[in-house]
């Protein structure tokens, strides 16, 4: 009976450690993306970002900058560059026998495209936002 229990619990821990590697496609990406790609946004930045924010209350919102410099006076500007791929694909096929001739028909298309969007907010010496723009573009 004490081997009959030990192997049902040594059965147990093996499968809860064989299954819980398994996850889908979606868990996976969700695991190994980077989420401040979703944060950056022009609805987000219209949205959250003012004059008079701080550089915490920035990252907060749309995580850390891409590139952090400063001007002619020493103040911070932040820079926020983010480009996003787009691909779409299909294809159809049609195909036919009579007796010993033969049809098919086949065509594909694929395309991709790009957008970007750039951000950049610049403080003052206090470390609050002083004015801030962005740019997006699809080609």
């Known amino acids: 009976m004490f081997k009959q229990s030990n192997t049902w619990i040594l059965l147990g821990l093996l499968s809860a450690f064989l299954l819980s590697g398994c996850q889908s496609a979606a868990q996976h990406k969700a695991s190994v993306q980077d ?9 987000n930045v219209q949205r959250e970002i003012h004059v008079g924010m701080s550089g915490t209350e920035v990252a907060r919102v749309l995580g850390s900058p891409n590139i952090v410099s400063t001007d002619e006076e020493r103040r911070e500007i932040w820079i926020y560059d983010k480009i996003a791929t787009d691909s779409a694909a299909s294809s159809s096929s049609v195909g036919g026998t009579i007796l010993i001739l033969g049809a098919h028909s086949s065509a594909a298309a694929a395309s991709t495209s790009q957008r970007t969007l750039t951000v950049i907010i610049k403080f003052d010496k206090a470390g609050k936002v002083r004015d801030f723009s962005y740019r997006t573009s699809r080609f």
């Open 35 to 43: 989420d401040s790609v979703d944060r950056i946004t022009v609805g």
